[in-house]
């Protein structure tokens, strides 16, 4: 599996196929809920057809039972990550995996991953407005201490959280990292950000890297260059 997931941030289904007709090989990609909302999950069937392997971020987050039903039907589509709510529980995300070994075709369900803390996230938002008191990176640690008691595959994580979460979960506990700029990038809405160079360098097993590809004046060069860096 490639290092570097590019975020599919587009608005239309148009978009999505004249970006990715510049590549000549498979490569992994996000497929969010702008996209979804706009397209349906149609365009998942199209991306696939077109070879490429796809993290569907669509973050269930409901009762047990909802999540189970969900991930059940998204195993369907063949995708190959797919990712919730830490902040569910254990019983949410026990159903998710149960969901998914039930709708997988072939008997390989997807990696489901879960989100501790948003990367847009601030330790004053956390303790203010989520109520949740202390530092991010102790919620982050104990949500991801829960979803592998859950069995879930890994996390998505901001890239300065995943040396702690490889301490406290293992080193094969998956890490996946948006949130990341190259160098001269603006940060836009994101607060914890970091480059791939320092992505590599913390351990990050996995980066989503959108803007900064897609925007770029060579998608394709920008994409192989950012690869490397993490390879």
């Given at each position: ?58 973050k269930?987050h ?45 008997g ?33 640690k ?6 592998k ?30 949130g ?36 770029s ?15």
């Amino acid at each position: 599996m490639n290092k570097t997931i590019v975020a599919l941030d587009f608005s239309t289904k148009d978009e999505v196929l004249d970006f990715l007709k510049q590549f000549d090989e498979p490569i992994y990609v996000k497929i969010g809920m702008e996209l979804t909302y706009a397209c349906g999950l149609d365009i998942v069937k199209e991306v696939k057809e077109m070879g490429h392997h796809i993290f569907l971020d669509l973050k269930l987050h409901d009762i047990p039972n909802t999540v189970k039903g969900g991930m059940k039907n998204l195993a369907k589509l063949g995708v190959e990550i797919v990712n919730l709510h830490c902040a569910g529980g254990i019983a949410m995300m026990k159903a998710a995996i149960e969901g998914l070994e039930e709708g997988s075709v072939g008997g390989k369900r997807p990696l489901c991953i879960g989100v501790t803390q948003l990367t847009s996230t601030s330790k004053e938002a956390m303790n203010d407005e989520l109520g949740i008191p202390g530092e991010v990176i102790d919620c982050v640690k104990l949500y991801a201490k829960n979803a592998k008691t859950a069995g879930l595959d890994g996390v998505v994580c901001s890239v300065h959280e995943a040396k702690a979460i490889h301490e406290v979960c293992g080193p094969d506990f998956l890490t996946v990292t948006p949130g990341i700029r190259l160098a001269d990038d603006s940060k836009d809405d994101q607060k914890r950000v970091a480059t791939p160079a320092f992505a590599k360098e913390e351990g990050c097993d996995h980066i989503v890297v959108g803007r900064s590809i897609t925007k770029s004046a060579n998608p394709k060069e920008t994409y192989y260059q950012i690869e490397e860096m993490m390879k």
